[in-house]
């Protein structure tokens, strides 16, 4: 039979989204049945030990990838390529990343490519960090065989920033993992109960929890009993921004409470204490929390901008997160229609069910074998 080999450059996976995603197609049935014979994963040692065990996958290594960006780099540059021809292997970076061999590449952080969100950070390092990556992405974008989009709206916006073939682009969803797929009756909720509103995410500073912050404690102060729970490590600059709203009338923080990070095992029992989602980044490639919490069934409350209607549809409320009465209003409407939240979980639920793992696999594998056809077969 002949070797029809893929070679997947994780050097920069480490944790996070981008590491879910690799562990999940790589324990699919998809990924078993898919016309690659051989797929070789180079990532750091403790990337490989978070990967099942397959006849097909080959786990490896090489010491560079355990030191920093420069060796890394070096690695990249220099002994990547040879290890790819050696094999006549199709190359994937499913992080953002380059090469001087053919590659596939993927789409997984708008943030650099959105001008009016970096200018939030103007003036800082994370500025300045961000607008080289704005540039190292479009690099990697313009020389890519094939670029993996999260969405049509990164697709376009992609589009829009880079001279791309449209043929190179190809819209793949992600999966959701079966954990979060519980429908936990949140519309139970009787009349005059605490509505317990949750935001998941990094306190950053296109996220504008403050702005929600500010909105609750207004309806709590005319009368309204809610309960805002924000989950979520943070950036120092968009800390102290939450810190002043919530020092703004703090004999109403008894309706504010910031957990800080907390552990992704833990984030079940976390959505399992809310009675709708609320969600308020004005820059966001896919938001998968929100994916998470669909799956759970919460009724969602979400920003309006970016990608957030071309991912979730009908299935969720829009408001402006940088409008107070929009805030305001949209939560009142859900905190009092029990009819409201039933219909959005109910179509939380419907769309969640459509997102599995499974899916995304076969959909990525089917892909890069065409561009393995494309690129690798003489």
């Not at 029809?4 to 699919?28: F, Y």
């Not at 786990?59 to 780099?73: F, T, V």
């Not at 690695?75 to 199709?90: A, G, M």
């Not at 989602?277 to 919490?293: H, L």
Request: aromatic share 10%; net charge positive; glycine share 6%.
């Amino acid at each position: 039979m002949k070797e029809v080999s893929l070679t997947i450059d994780a050097s920069n996976i480490r944790a996070g989204g981008g590491l879910t995603h690799l562990k999940e197609i790589l324990s699919s049935q998809a990924f078993l049945n898919s016309k690659f014979t051989r797929v070789l994963v180079w990532a750091s040692q403790a990337t490989l030990d978070s990967l099942k065990d397959f006849d097909k996958l080959e786990k490896k290594h090489h010491a560079y990838l355990e030191q920093g960006y420069l060796k890394i780099s070096i690695w990249q540059y220099f002994i990547l390529p040879r290890e790819v021809k050696s094999t006549n292997s199709l190359l994937f970076i499913p992080g953002t990343g380059s090469s001087r061999m053919p590659y596939i590449t993927m789409f997984r952080n708008l943030l650099p490519l959105e001008s009016r969100e970096t200018r939030r950070y103007f003036f800082s390092k994370t500025w300045l960090r961000l607008l080289l990556l704005r540039e190292i992405h479009k690099y990697s974008f313009k020389n890519a065989s094939g670029i993996i989009c999260l969405n049509d709206y990164c697709r376009n916006h992609l589009k829009g920033h880079v001279n791309v073939n449209s043929s190179d682009l190809k819209v793949i969803l992600h999966g959701l993992s079966d954990k979060f797929k519980k429908n936990i009756g949140v519309n139970k909720r009787k009349t005059g109960d605490v509505f317990r509103l949750l935001y998941v995410s990094v306190v950053d500073v296109y996220k504008h929890q403050w702005e929600i912050v500010r909105a609750v404690k207004d309806l709590v102060e005319k009368g309204k009993r809610i309960e805002l729970i924000l989950v979520g490590p943070s950036y120092p600059p968009a800390l102290k921004k939450l810190n002043e709203e919530l020092n703004r009338k703090p004999e109403l923080n008894h309706a504010i409470r910031y957990t800080g990070k907390i552990p992704y095992e833990e984030l079940v029992d976390v959505y399992s204490s809310a009675d709708a989602f609320i969600f308020a980044s004005t820059c966001e490639t896919y938001g998968m929390v929100v994916t998470e919490a669909m799956g759970m069934g919460l009724p969602i409350l979400c920003s309006k901008y970016s990608s957030m209607r071309s991912n979730f549809g009908s299935s969720a409320i829009y408001f402006n997160p940088l409008d107070q009465e929009s805030i305001k209003s949209n939560i009142t409407l859900l905190e009092e229609s029990n009819e409201l939240r039933e219909e959005l979980s109910a179509k939380a639920l419907e769309f969640a069910e459509k997102r599995t793992w499974e899916n995304c696999a076969g959909a990525t594998f089917d892909y890069l074998f065409d561009k393995y056809q494309e690129i690798c077969v003489e």
